[in-house]
């Protein structure tokens, strides 16, 4: 009776079946943190003293969304603000969808960690649901990512890459669920997991290329809607990052040139451009990252380029061997062309010093078409990866907790909430702290920043430099600087001053 009665209840309640994927995902994390990070005070992950300063623009816009609706003061760089609204590059779209898991992660330094392990678990989830994927599938994909590594390592840290990760996980679930059988929940589920990515990262309209694909022909309006969702949701990112989003210091590290050639009607020059700019950023790629990785000087660049460039040969492979067997292969078309669209994109606009990053987002994309793979052909994939598993494991190290520096952020917090708070301003500028960017002070400091006031990451010679305006209401600077020197010239007045760090207030006279 034990195996039939086991079987027949999984079968009849499909609900604990989904709990189970859930809980063995979480169980998976949990595992991972304490073995990879079993050095570290794991019961202590402290974010404030992370090395990635994007970490601590992605919180404090989140906990000023979770306390006030939307922060209070501006995010920007160099004294620069959205046109509409007060977030920073990344906002409004991705800080609004963090903040769902975040009301019940709660406002605090960790909160994007915690939002994070939400999107992981539910993106492992949704895709062994929609795929079927039994538990030893379930293995052999959480092997390939301890070999892959990279993409798990970032759910541990405060950055904004798992929620695409989780997108991905979706959309191939959907996928696979919909090419087994129509039906307009699991539509609806892949409609906004596109729209999600797209909305949030330009090049990821690729990833509508699935419906388009796996609808075409039985439910060809399907298809064609879900081209004019792909047109609309890339012209909702070009809409909110253009009036939504404050901009760059120099436009966020992409190169538009040849677009700018394209649009003045120069489309020779546009060609040999971008011909020109891929080779270089293939000789830098190769020249910088690849080639010190495979003699042994590990680059993250180098690693995440060639794990893509094996799980791409691999993929072909069982393409190869799926048509040969006339077996389907949309799922592995899709993610071929997602692959080669966002190559093309990378190296013609981005800067391959960021290539690990998206590729990370590729790798798992690969990952998840590959573990649908009858389980006796996971030798395909998972030999592979073990091989490049001592190149890709670098776990790195954790943030945790330091008493010096926790004593300066709260004695800087507790004087810049008593100062912000008497004023009782409806000025944005009023709710914002201008920090000195490569002034010497550590970023992390930044987490001593009130909820819902905004920050400004401001370079240091803009503040020392005098012509230029500072509308912050506050400036966090290092003592014995030129930005010191030019805000105490202009009658600054010092609010707090601590060891590594001093705040200074405007002058009200100061418009």
């Known amino acids: 009776m034990g195996r039939a009665f086991w079987r027949e209840a999984f079968q009849k309640y499909k609900g604990l079946k989904i709990l189970l994927c859930a809980g063995g995902a979480a169980l998976f ?20 003293i992370s090395i990635t300063d994007d970490e601590v623009m992605y919180n404090r816009q989140l906990v000023g969304v979770l306390t006030n609706g939307q922060p209070a003061g501006y995010f920007g760089y160099n004294e620069t603000h959205a046109a509409i ?3 920073s590059v990344w906002g409004p779209v991705l800080i609004y969808l963090y903040a769902l898991p975040g009301l019940l992660a709660g406002a605090g330094c960790n909160t994007m960690v915690w939002c994070n392990l939400i999107f992981a678990v539910l993106g492992w989830t949704i895709f062994a649901w929609g795929a079927r994927l039994s538990w030893k599938k379930q293995l052999a994909f959480a092997a390939a990512l301890v070999c892959v590594w990279f993409p798990l390592r970032q759910v541990y840290t405060g950055m904004s890459e798992p929620l695409q990760y989780a997108c991905i996980l979706v959309i191939l679930g959907a996928s696979e669920a919909l090419e087994r059988k129509f039906s307009v929940g699991w539509y609806l589920v892949l409609a906004v997991a596109c729209a999600i990515t797209t909305l949030t990262r330009a090049y990821t309209v690729l990833f509508w290329v699935f419906p388009i694909l ?202 810049l909430t008593e100062s912000w708070q008497a004023r009782d301003s409806e ?22 920043v009130p909820d819902g006031m905004g920050i400004q990451f401001d370079m240091n010679t803009y503040i020392a430099d005098e012509t230029q305006p500072i ?41």
Request: hydrophobic share 45%; aromatic share 10%.
């Open 85 to 87: 609204g007060h977030f």
């Open 214 to 415: 796996l609808l075409w022909k039985p439910h060809r309006r399907l298809a064609v809607t879900s081209g004019v969702l792909a047109v609309a949701s890339l012209g909702g990112y070009l809409l909110v990052s253009s009036q939504f989003c404050s901009p760059y210091f120099s436009g966020g590290g992409v190169d538009y040139t040849g677009l700018g050639l394209l649009a003045q009607g120069k489309p020779v020059q546009a060609v040999v451009y971008e011909i020109q700019h891929v080779l270089q950023q293939a000789r830098t790629l190769w020249e910088l990252y690849v080639q010190p990785t495979l003699t042994g000087n590990y680059q993250d660049q180098g690693r995440a380029i060639l794990t893509t460039g094996v799980l791409t040969l691999v993929t072909l492979i069982c393409l190869i061997r799926d048509i040969r067997k006339k077996r389907s292969v949309k799922c592995k078309v899709g993610a071929l062309v997602c692959v080669v669209g966002s190559m093309a994109m990378l190296f013609g606009l981005y800067d391959v010093g960021t290539l690990h990053r998206h590729c990370a987002m590729l790798n798992v994309l690969l990952l998840g078409v590959l573990v649908y793979e009858n389980i006796r052909q996971a030798a395909l994939y998972l030999l592979p990866l073990l091989l490049l598993l001592p190149m890709n494991y670098a776990p790195g190290t954790l943030p945790t907790y330091r008493e010096d520096i926790d004593a300066q952020i709260q004695t800087a917090r507790a004087a």
């Open 427 to 448: 000025d944005p500028w009023d709710s914002t702290l201008a920090y000195a960017y490569a002034d010497g002070v550590f970023h992390g400091f930044l987490y001593a």
């Open 471 to 511: 509308y912050s209401r506050y400036a966090m600077v290092n003592h014995g600087t030129d930005a010191e020197a030019r805000l105490l010239a202009e009658g600054w007045q010092q609010l707090v001053s601590t060891e590594k760090l001093v705040v200074y207030e405007r002058p009200d006279a100061v418009q």
């Open 29 to 48: 994390l949990l595992v991972v943190y304490g073995i990879a990070y079993h050095n570290a005070d794991l019961w202590h992950l402290w974010l404030p």
